[in-house]
């Protein structure tokens, strides 16, 4: 035998595995151009399967059939961040309207009078709205995925209940992006028909949320039944359409004065302090001058340290984590997506890096959206 032969043979062969692998980061490429274009989301865990099941079907030594797979799960990898890195080079520079430009049209959840179209009325002051309003949150989602309103109002957060984890979830399922938010002060009232006395009601129709922010009022009045209702201003135009002397709605005094309704007990809410945090949605990512915040959706390995790890990549690029959520991922217990907002722009050498590095050790990283944050807002007013 001779050893240099042998390694010359074994170069000749690692020159066709270069050529070969370069052929296929050229087909990944193709592939994120189609799912760009048919929204579709990077990973396909039935196509990933397959290609590794196959890996025993190509070899004639059997004996090398788990090298293969290996070798090929780490191909996989790398062919996902590639189709990451590529569709998030791809920011289109497109803004949100400004005041007197074309009409653009924007969908909340709820009726008038709603916290959600509030957040709408205020963060959107000044352009040519077209309003819509729908029942459910996923009818939201669901018409700026479909084109049929450019722009979304979620709530995302309550100051004192927390996360809203139903839209964590409508945001990433429908694959839409973040392109603004807005904070609404919320001051929860017990809204009547004229005439109507605070002992009489029996029935008190609200959104959970609304009843969960004034605890404390409703124990001192147990015989009123909480119903829960779509939401509060839903609630509300209930109470005003049934006009009777026992049915009461905790709403705002927006809905008050929109359905004629009497404030029987005004600001119940046990926080003073109440707020609620709004997500303005859109099909597509927007850059926005002044970004300072980004939100991303991350899957990790199951594996011990690999939340603390994930997280030490913002560290370590100087980022100030804001908020994470989990949700679980469906069809795969004990595994979960962290919805993380962190500070940056997306420009910041430091921010890709970090995006970089948490690619490379996830299985699942997406950038949802990169806008102003809530607390920087007023400052550029």
């Known amino acids: 035998l001779n050893l240099a032969e042998i390694r010359e043979k074994i170069d000749k062969i690692d020159a066709e595995?270069?050529?070969?692998?370069?052929?296929?980061?050229?087909?990944?490429?193709?592939?994120?151009?189609?799912?760009?274009?048919k929204k579709l989301p990077v990973r396909d865990k039935a196509r990933e399967a397959i290609v590794l099941d196959n890996c025993k079907k190509r070899v004639q030594n059997s004996a090398y059939a788990d090298g293969l797979r290996k070798i090929m799960a780490q191909i996989i990898d790398i062919s996902c961040r590639q189709e990451e890195e590529y569709l998030q080079s791809e920011l289109p520079r497109k803004i949100i309207a400004k005041p007197h430009d074309e009409k653009i049209a924007v969908g909340y959840q709820?009726?008038?009078?709603?916290?959600?179209?509030?957040?709408?009325?205020?963060?959107?002051?000044?352009?040519?709205?077209?309003?819509?309003?729908?029942?459910?949150?996923?009818?939201?989602?669901?018409?700026?995925k479909e084109g049929e309103v450019a722009y979304g109002l979620l709530p995302i957060e309550n100051s004192s209940t927390g996360g809203i984890t139903e839209v964590y979830d409508l945001v990433r399922r429908y694959?839409?992006?973040?392109?603004?938010?807005?904070?609404?002060?919320?001051?929860?009232?017990?809204?009547?028909?004229?005439?109507?006395?605070?002992?009489?009601?029996?029935?008190?129709?609200?959104?959970?949320?609304?009843?969960?922010?004034?605890?404390?009022?409703?124990?001192?009045?147990?015989?009123?039944?909480?119903?829960?209702?779509f939401n509060t201003a839903k609630g509300a135009e209930l109470v005003s359409t049934k006009k009777t002397d026992y049915m009461a709605a905790v709403a705002g005094r927006q809905a008050a004065d929109l359905y004629g309704l009497e404030i029987l007990a005004s600001n119940i809410n046990a926080n003073t302090n109440n707020y609620t945090r709004f997500f303005v949605i859109a099909s597509e990512m927007q850059e926005i001058p002044g970004?300072?915040?980004?939100?991303?959706?991350?899957?990790?390995?199951?594996?011990?340290?690999?939340?603390?790890?994930?997280?030490?990549?913002?560290?370590?690029?100087?980022?100030?984590?804001?908020?994470?959520?989990?949700?679980?991922?469906?069809?795969?217990?004990?595994?979960?997506?962290?919805?993380?907002?962190?500070?940056?722009?997306?420009?910041?050498?430091?921010?890709?890096?970090?995006?970089?590095?948490?690619?490379?050790?996830?299985?699942?990283?997406?950038?949802?959206?990169?806008?102003?944050?809530?607390?920087?807002?007023?400052?550029?007013?």
Not at 121 to 139: I, R, S
Not at 197 to 218: M, N, W
């Open 17 to 37: 595995i270069a050529k070969l692998f370069e052929e296929r980061m050229n087909a990944v490429h193709e592939v994120a151009e189609y799912k760009k274009a």
């Open 175 to 229: 694959d839409c992006h973040i392109v603004g938010e807005k904070c609404v002060k919320i001051e929860h009232n017990l809204l009547a028909y004229p005439g109507t006395s605070l002992d009489k009601i029996t029935e008190v129709y609200s959104h959970p949320q609304g009843f969960a922010q004034c605890r404390p009022f409703f124990k001192q009045y147990p015989k009123m039944a909480q119903i829960p209702y």
């Open 110 to 144: 709820g009726v008038p009078g709603a916290y959600s179209h509030l957040a709408l009325q205020k963060y959107f002051a000044g352009a040519n709205v077209e309003e819509h309003n729908y029942t459910l949150f996923e009818d939201v989602a669901q018409a700026v």
């Open 291 to 381: 970004a300072d915040k980004i939100t991303l959706v991350v899957s990790l390995k199951h594996e011990p340290g690999s939340l603390y790890n994930m997280l030490g990549n913002f560290y370590h690029n100087g980022l100030n984590m804001l908020n994470i959520e989990s949700r679980p991922i469906e069809g795969t217990p004990w595994e979960y997506f962290f919805h993380i907002d962190v500070s940056g722009n997306l420009h910041d050498a430091n921010v890709r890096k970090a995006i970089a590095q948490i690619e490379s050790s996830s299985t699942y990283c997406k950038v949802l959206g990169n806008n102003v944050g809530h607390n920087n807002q007023a400052k550029q007013k």
